[in-house]
């Protein structure tokens, strides 16, 4: 008899263990909080619980504690977003990629200068260059260091996720995307990993640097 008790006992704790781990709730929160969203309170949801109040800056979100899906409230959206990547995502090119500029009227014909023309403005970075400026941008994150070793570790060992990084800052050279953009994108497809199972960890953040790169062209040519 004891040991049907103990069986029981052992079963619901295990039980407790991986809801406190698992629910998707809580795999939510602590995404959230590897990218820099910090816990302010709860709310009551409307179907029963206490939904999760967070802050970043000005940005506000709460993840509904019935189903785990996030809802940004500052700016404020009307769809839910699947997660915190997603929602980074959205507000990266919501806010970085830059508009079509408007057509300019024609130039009147130009007359000959009287004075020496003005020396042409800098030159473009070539692609390292660029990439050097990235790695810069995410050393100076929180955490950055850590960051910055293992983007290098996994470029110089995945050609999976070295040519999503190479394609993702020619995208952002090309469209002029600041370095500290392409940055924001490999902290959040860093901080996807520890979301993502399996062996192929790598091939997943690397699918997630090419989904960037074509989001940025595909909102430049909008």
């Not at 810069?136 to 110089?156: H, I, P, R, S, V």
Request: hydrophobic residues 50%; glycine residues 6%; aromatic residues 6%.
């Amino acid at each position: 008899m004891m040991w049907m008790v103990g069986g029981a006992l052992v079963l619901l704790v295990a039980r407790f263990l991986w809801l406190a781990y698992f629910h998707r709730v809580n795999a939510m929160s602590r995404q959230a909080e590897m990218m820099n969203w910090l816990d302010i309170g709860r709310v009551s949801n409307a179907n029963g619980g206490k939904d999760i109040l967070l802050a970043r800056n000005e940005r506000g979100a709460r993840i509904d504690w019935r189903t785990g899906e996030v809802w940004l409230m500052n700016p404020k959206v009307v769809e839910p977003f699947a997660d915190f990547l997603a929602v980074e995502r959205w507000l990266t090119l919501r806010d970085v990629v830059p508009a079509a500029k408007p057509a300019e009227a024609a130039p009147a014909p130009a007359e000959p200068p009287s004075e020496p023309l003005p020396e042409p403005g800098p030159v473009r970075d070539s692609l390292p260059a660029f990439q050097q400026k990235v790695d810069d941008c995410l050393a100076k994150a929180e955490g950055g260091q850590e960051l910055l070793e293992t983007k290098q570790a996994f470029e110089a060992g995945s050609d999976a996720y070295l040519a999503a990084s190479t394609e993702l800052s020619q995208a952002a050279l090309e469209l002029d995307v600041s370095p500290a953009m392409v940055a924001t994108f490999h902290i959040s497809a860093l901080a996807a990993l520890a979301e993502t199972t399996g062996a192929d960890k790598l091939e997943r953040v690397a699918a997630s640097l090419h989904a960037a790169a074509r989001q940025i062209r595909a909102t430049a040519a909008a």
